[in-house]
């Protein structure tokens, strides 16, 4: 009986010992493996982000080489009548080898669709955006992309889509030189003194100005703005035509645009029309040579004077 009671009572106790250290190892167990699963989890969720981080980026740069595209075809002659039609074609392109290409390396399947190419609050850059659906294992993402395309360093599609490659225009370093392409573009509209605008010259890429504000360039007597012209800078304009429209050909859109003086080389000193691009392809009114000695010297109208600041040798 003693032994008995003495031997039950060691099974019990090596029972309830042993029960909890099997509870001790089941909670451990759980805890362990709950936050395993956890770290899964967000790693998963960090890669999932990154994926679509990286698709977002790749949206930004595909859609400026769209943008290249668009104007690379206007610079060979393809008429653009409908610009975002074509930077949606673009984009859709590209973004669909994309999406290959993210399936290959990251087993993504994505599918995307770009819903609208606009003009912004500023002529220096282009609105994509894109519905973007994405699925990798369990997760899941569908939202609107909207990327701030730049369109610094492209071509100005104007000057081409205005006149045509068959016009003879030429490339002269950064410059495109417009020829005879103006001077027969003037006579055909009966503006003065088509002639003023003969081997007249613009820029071929677009930089933002940097003598900001404009008023400026009249300062140290005319130097801002020569150098400005040597540099071939663009300046914000509610009058100019923003990039969209500018493939388009049109000189003029309700847009907040840009203008860019065209350079007369010319020893004419007759009333032309201003050199302001927006003035010489769609408003046509008058401007006089800022300095009568200097055939490199800009024709300008008074308002385009006083935005700009020159007065000199009037
Ligand atoms: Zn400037
Ligand atoms: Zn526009």
Redesign the pocket.
């Known amino acids: 009986m003693k032994i008995d009671s003495n031997g039950n009572l060691i099974l019990g106790t090596t029972v309830i010992l042993i029960t909890t250290l099997l509870l001790v190892a089941i909670i451990v167990f759980t805890t362990v493996n709950y936050i395993d699963n956890e770290n899964i989890d967000s790693q998963e969720n960090d890669n999932f982000k990154y994926i679509i981080d990286d698709y977002s980026n790749n949206i930004e740069v595909l859609g400026r080489d769209s943008l290249y595209d668009a104007c690379e075809k206007v610079y060979h002659t393809y008429k653009l009548l409908d610009s975002e039609d074509q930077l949606k074609k673009n984009l859709n392109k590209k973004l669909s080898s994309k999406n290959e290409e993210f399936k290959e390396k990251y087993d993504a399947d994505i599918s995307s669709e770009v819903l609208s190419v606009e003009s912004t609050d500023s002529p220096w850059k282009v609105l994509f955006k894109v519905k973007l659906n994405v699925k990798k294992n369990s997760n899941r993402f569908s939202k609107i992309i909207e990327k701030n395309v730049s369109i610094e360093g492209l071509k100005d599609p104007l000057p081409l889509a205005k006149l045509s490659v068959a016009s003879g225009v030429f490339y002269q370093g950064d410059k495109l030189n417009y020829k005879n392409a103006l001077t027969r573009y003037l006579k055909i509209r009966n503006l003065d003194s088509p002639l003023s605008y003969a081997f007249a010259t613009t820029p071929l890429y677009i930089k933002k100005?940097p003598?900001d504000p404009?008023i400026h360039?009249g300062d140290r007597n005319g130097e801002v703005m020569k150098d400005?012209l040597k540099q071939g800078?663009f300046?914000e304009s509610a009058d100019g035509s923003c990039y969209l429209c500018r493939l388009e050909g049109k000189g003029k859109c309700p847009h907040y645009g840009m203008e860019v003086f065209i350079q007369p080389h010319t020893p004419l000193v007759n009333d032309s029309i201003s050199c302001s691009d927006h003035v010489v392809f769609s408003d046509h009114y008058p401007g006089q040579k800022i300095d009568k000695l200097d055939i490199d010297s800009l024709i300008l109208d008074s308002s385009h004077r006083k935005k700009y600041g020159l007065y000199y040798n009037d």
């Open positions: 100005c003598y404009y360039h400005c800078f300046h």
